[in-house]
């Protein structure tokens, strides 16, 4: 069983960034693949950026524009994902993804076998 806490997430005007954090727990987290959804009120969950279990290789949906970097660190268990230049439409609901299947990861949430409880994002226009 793995653990997923995510912090981070808050109130910030467009244009903004913020960094969100996520810990892990319960199981080798370089052994886990890690992802970053999103889902605003209405809408289906989004892949926003996903990492490999070594940190080597990432990847990033079409939303984040070049204006996200998903980073780890596997001494600490924690993933990251620094937004920049925030616009209204990253709004939304931020969740934190592990998958233990995946060497590399992927946008799939299906791939993804444990989530946290995610942490709100608001972008003030």
């Known amino acids: 069983q793995v653990h997923l806490v995510e912090s981070g997430g808050g109130l910030v005007p467009s244009g903004g960034s913020l960094r969100l954090s996520c810990a892990a727990s319960?199981?080798?987290?370089?052994?886990?693949?890690m992802g970053w959804f999103r889902q605003a009120p209405g809408e289906e969950r989004d892949f926003v950026a996903g990492i490999s279990r070594s940190g080597g290789t990432s990847f990033y949906g079409g939303s984040t524009g070049g204006r996200f970097t998903i980073s780890r660190d596997n001494a600490k268990n924690t993933v990251w994902l620094q937004m920049n230049s925030l616009k209204p439409e990253d709004m939304a609901a931020y969740f934190c993804a592990a998958s233990p299947t995946t060497q590399n990861g992927n946008s799939y949430a299906a791939d993804y076998e444990y989530w946290g409880r995610g942490t709100q994002v608001t972008v003030s226009s």
């Open positions: 319960g199981r080798t987290f370089s052994s886990l693949a």
